[in-house]
């Protein structure tokens, strides 16, 4: 890989790390502010609609210019609502600002791989960035509970820039400037992102124009033969990831009796599964291979329901590491594929904005049908069952389709041998 790949590579590691730190310290002021419970949760809804809400808009916006510049402006948004929450706006319209900011940044910082890239290399690229926005995740986490610690955050606070009154009296403040720091760190590598030289369509401005356009993109890869199969995997593990969140740290405190910052840690548990699947889906697996690892989804959705029987942390750990490597190494290929297909269909920043518009309408529905079972007094083992037969059905009904794609491909190939 050349030196441009490891800037853009950079750039995405310290914008995701202060996404995750900024989460945290967002929940804390929360907290400070003795807010009701419910709105920590809400804090992801507000960061995710942006994805959904502003798809038919933030594609075209990155494919209107340099992807490196529309990084930038995108990191200028997050700093901008990372701002905010500093003068004391509430934490989540100033997070939903930064989800704005991201929601504009994805489109951007995953086009530029099928710009800057050959196809061949594309699985190899979404490994080190998949891999390396999970490391950002749980530091990111780790950083933003480090922050809030008592004894860091006055040591920290008790710093002072000689001659300078840095108006930073508050451990809310203090970890809203380091994140701040974070995110112009990744705005300085954006500058440095090359530019790939590919032509750009300039910004229509008619909004009805917008939503045609994306509304004949979503309808173009939902079409496509492998296109809608690397669509449908994708949208369901973005959902089933979400959801496992939330999944984990209840049946921790059920079947292990966690509390809930042990039970968080086992998030990162799954997490460095995910990342370790990434890692060894980039070396193994090529684009032409794949559809090939759509099983693994089966298998992943089955493993979960393994979650049922464990009662000791022990196998908890393993179990949970192997459901992660599942999911890393069957996402990242049908990832680096959907991008090739949205490319070639319609531009790297439209594929993009309709893959995120389909994954996070998937978060949205996943987790809120989760919330109902949960306040419906569902226990959480009827939940982990339901949950795993659904990614395990789901998958292998989305194998089946792929099969019958391939079977009408070979009657078609057969056709037209015959006519010559």
């Not at 900024?22 to 942006?50: C, G």
């Not at 042990?262 to 548990?269: F, H």
């Not at 990242?332 to 904005?353: C, D, E, F, K, W």
């Not at 109902?372 to 949950?387: D, E, R, T, Y």
């Amino acid at each position: 890989m050349s030196l441009g790949f490891y800037i853009i590579m950079a750039a995405q590691f310290f914008s995701a790390l202060a996404d995750n730190a900024l989460l945290i310290a967002a929940i804390a002021i929360l907290r400070d502010m003795q807010a009701p419970t419910a709105y920590e949760p809400l804090l992801k809804t507000f960061f995710t609609v942006s994805y959904v809400a502003l798809a038919a808009f933030v594609g075209a916006f990155a494919d209107s210019m340099p992807k490196g510049r529309v990084m930038f402006i995108s990191n200028g948004i997050k700093i901008f609502g990372c701002g905010l929450m500093f003068l004391d706006v509430h934490p989540l319209l100033a997070y939903a600002v930064v989800g704005l900011g991201a929601a504009a940044y994805s489109p951007a910082k995953y086009g530029i791989l099928t710009e800057y890239l050959p196809h061949r290399l594309l699985v190899v690229a979404n490994g080190w960035i998949e891999g390396l926005t999970v490391i950002a995740i749980i530091l990111g986490v780790v950083l933003g509970g480090a922050l809030i610690k008592p004894d860091i955050a006055h040591s920290l606070l008790a710093f002072d820039f000689p001659l300078i009154d840095t108006g930073i009296d508050t451990t809310a403040e203090m970890n809203l400037a380091v994140i701040a720091v974070l995110y112009l760190t990744a705005a300085v590598f954006n500058l440095y992102v090359p530019n790939t030289g590919v032509d750009h369509k300039p910004l229509k401005k008619n909004p009805v124009y917008l939503f045609h356009e994306f509304n004949h993109c979503l309808a173009l890869l939902w079409r496509d033969k492998l296109g809608q199969i690397s669509l449908a995997v994708t949208t369901l593990f973005w959902g089933a990831g979400a959801t496992l969140q939330f999944i984990v740290i209840e049946w921790a405190k059920s079947a292990l009796n966690l509390d809930l910052s042990k039970a968080s840690m086992l998030q990162g548990v799954v997490a460095v599964g995910v990342a370790l699947g990434a890692m060894l889906a980039a070396k193994m697996i090529s684009m032409r291979k794949a559809v090939k690892v759509i099983p693994l989804g089966i298998a992943m959705g089955l493993g979960v329901i393994v979650m049922i029987f464990v009662r000791d942390m022990w196998v908890a750990l393993p179990l949970l590491v192997l459901v992660g490597i599942l999911s890393g190494f069957f996402v990242v290929p049908m990832n680096a594929l959907l991008q090739h297909r949205g490319h070639i269909l319609m531009g790297a920043g439209h594929s993009i904005a309709v893959q995120n518009f389909n994954e996070n309408l998937s978060i949205l529905i996943m987790t809120g049908v989760y919330s109902a079972l949960i306040k419906a007094n569902l226990s959480i083992h009827w939940v982990i069952v339901m949950f795993g037969l659904f990614v395990a059905g789901t998958m292998y009904m989305v194998k089946r389709r792929h099969e019958a794609n391939q079977r009408e491909y070979d009657s078609v190939a057969e056709l037209e041998d015959l006519k010559h």
